[in-house]
């Protein structure tokens, strides 16, 4: 590789590092081609791209990038799996596809903005739900406080009206 073709990988790294979401570096040694080409297909069809990266070009681009994070999860031959949308997509895509096909792929950790993740943080997101059904379960206890908030000051107010009309109908009575 020339040192333009050089910097330019380092930019292009740079701007998908800046622009992504999270980003999980892996060894994917021991792949074949084959395994390695349905990994890729199973992370395209998720709009994760994977792509097998020169660890000196990471460093570079991690620098320019600002996530300097990047560089403690980099060791031997590293692919990083960029991650442009929901967090959690990307760690459930490799961690199905690493239990599936009972790859030997082997997650090093990943990085969340600035938050450098491990392996094991990294698996823990694969099992939380999509963002939206976490928005649905806050919105539902949200709502389930104010209903709760609701029933109280009505109770006390459906008391009072029954006091007075208990009244009324003692002095009609009467």
Do not use: W
Not at 73 to 90: K, S
Not at 92 to 118: H, N
Request: without cysteine; hydrophobic residues 45%; aromatic residues 4%.
């Amino acid at each position: 590789m020339r040192l333009e073709e050089k910097k330019q990988a380092v930019s292009e790294l740079a701007h998908k590092l800046e622009r992504s979401t999270i980003v999980i570096t892996t060894n994917y040694r021991g792949l074949s081609v084959a395994e390695m080409t349905e990994l890729r297909r199973r992370l395209r069809q998720e709009e994760i791209e994977y792509r097998v990266i020169k660890n000196t070009l990471a460093r570079f681009a991690a620098e320019q990038a600002g996530k300097e994070g990047l560089t403690s999860i980099i060791e031997g031959p590293t692919a990083i799996a960029f991650g442009y949308g929901d967090v959690v997509a990307p760690p459930k895509a490799l961690i199905d596809y690493i239990r599936s096909a009972k790859s030997e792929l082997r997650i090093f950790g990943g990085l969340m903005g600035q938050r450098v993740l491990s392996a094991a943080e990294v698996a823990t997101l694969a099992t939380l739900p999509p963002k939206e059904v976490l928005i649905a379960k806050l919105l539902s206890v949200m709502q389930g406080s104010i209903f709760a908030l609701v029933r109280v000051l009505n109770a006390n107010i459906a008391g009072l009206l029954g006091l007075l009309v208990a009244r009324r109908k003692q002095l009609e009575g009467g």
